[in-house]
């Protein structure tokens, strides 16, 4: 057996302790906004704006996205989503996924989910063919695409499993364009800590997935619907992606962020591995996984904002707000309930292939 290396344990925090003053190239409001802050790069993307009216902003430094969206409850309007580089590898050569995850919504009548969204593709360059979404939280009645629904709308599991102690009704369907699984807890989880890696075991198991598929993008975020003033808050998170082979890394401790100013204009499809994916969630949850009362969800919080986005050594504090999104650029991405992936970098680590994409929102 193959001693474990890690591919990737990179998170935001390094990265923002020497942030510049100047603000206006800290946020943004643009449709399709973005900010960087390598090696990651930051979208406020709007891509359902034109099925709702409202306004969707984020900011960096204070890691918030604040929005409001009236209208279509049912269609997803945003997704402001982070991303870092990575290699595409074969799910079977991944050994694990950790990840931590601590986060907060509040905010008034809030319809959206909390997830880590993730495509794989049967070659390193080609077309997304499957989703996995592992959902943390459905709100206000979201709820994940499925091939068949009940008589009330409800979207309706193909089975129930439970893993890294969490409980998960298991969904399946269609995009259009993707095969798509989603995970949906019994209950919200504000503070996840666990390997992703395991929810791709199940489905290798359980669901006749194929492990030689590649990871091509992996994120985390937040789907926004309605709602108004709410406001998404990521208080920790890290990905730490390992494989049996290779190992690459991302320099994170003492980095300086570079804040360049704010884009309006769509990201360029270069790569069918970008982040920008088209997500159509719908509003059928599944049975416990939303609030009943969709009126607040001021309770749902995690971690004091003093938490921070750790990596060993990290002393800087950052928290990113943003709600859900998925930009036109890559139709073959369409999906209901699933987030989108920014665009992946050219450059690669010196040493080795490997590489690993974080989402923050």
Known sequence: MK????????????LTSAAPTKRTTQNTCEQWGQLS???????????????????QCLDVVESLTTWSWANNKNDVKSYANA????????????ASMQSKWEWSYSGSQVTADVAFDMFTSST?????????????????????????????????????TTIGGHSFAVYKGSNGAQTVFSFVPSTNITSYSGDVRDFFTYLISSQSFDGSQYLVSVGAGTEAFIGTNAVFKTTSYSMDISTSDNSCSTSTASS??????????????????????????????????????????????????SSYWSAPGATS?????????????????????????????????????????????
């Open 83 to 94: 991303v870092v580089n990575f290699t595409q590898t074969q799910v079977s050569e991944i």
């Open 317 to 361: 504090t950052f928290a990113y707000t943003a709600t859900v999104f998925t930009p036109t650029a890559y139709p073959e991405a369409t999906s209901f309930s699933s987030s989108a992936a920014a665009p992946v970098s050219t450059s690669e680590p010196e040493h080795g292939s490997c590489q690993v994409e974080y989402v923050y929102v």
């Open 37 to 55: 802050l390598s090696p990651y790069t930051i979208y406020n993307n709007l891509w359902g704006e034109s099925q709702g009216s409202g306004s």
């Open 256 to 305: 300086t962020p570079t804040f360049p100013s704010a884009t309006s204009s769509p990201p360029l499809s270069t790569s069918p591995a970008a982040a920008n994916t088209t997500s159509h969630s719908t509003t059928t949850s599944a049975p416990d996984a939303s609030s009943s009362t969709p009126t607040s969800v001021s309770t749902v919080s995690s971690a004091p904002a």
């Open 124 to 160: 390193k360059d080609g077309s997304r063919e499957f989703e996995v979404m592992v959902w943390l939280a459905a709100l206000g009645g979201a709820g994940p695409i499925s091939l068949s629904y009940d008589a009330a709308g409800h979207a309706e599991s193909i089975a129930s």
């Open 3 to 14: 001693p474990s290396t890690t591919l990737l344990y990179t998170t935001l925090a390094s």
